[in-house]
Nanobody, 121 residues
Framework: QVQLVESGGGLVQPGGSLRLSCAAS????????MGWYRQAPGKQRELVAT???????NYADSVKGRFTISRDNAKNTVYLQMNALKPDDTAVYYC???????????????WGQGTQVTVSS
């Protein structure tokens, strides 16, 4: 199985920045895609950004130009640098990885526990 530990959430003023991190551990053979999703109160979970093992990225239109996703394959860690934050970015942010493990040697989705990001003055 894969354990995901997220960090970096918190309270920030509009226009501020935060950096989220998500470290994967466990009996991992390989990690394909890694990404971040978010869920605001009363709304469905939505994609924020994803990155493949080769470094190809994809962003929601609402965060393009403000957020940057990156990964450190040696550390099995994905990051989300969030700049120019807006109140609409307030949500619980979830880390997601598509990974193969020795127990499940096919791609399986794993989710983190979520970290709260609040943008407010």
């Amino acid at each position: 199985q894969v354990q995901l530990v997220e960090s970096g959430g918190g309270l920030v003023q509009p226009g501020g920045s935060l950096r989220l991190s998500c470290a994967a551990s466990g009996s991992i053979i390989s990690i394909d895609a890694m990404g971040w999703y978010r869920q605001a109160p009363g709304k469905q979970r939505e994609l924020v950004a994803t990155i493949t093992s080769g470094g190809r990225t994809n962003y929601a239109d609402s965060v393009k130009g403000r957020f940057t996703i990156s990964r450190d394959n040696a550390k099995n860690t994905v990051y989300l640098q969030m700049n120019a934050l807006k109140p609409d970015d307030t949500a619980v942010y979830y880390c997601n990885v598509l990974a193969r493990t020795y127990r499940s040697p096919w791609n399986v989705d794993y989710w983190g526990q979520g970290t709260q990001v609040t943008v407010s003055s």
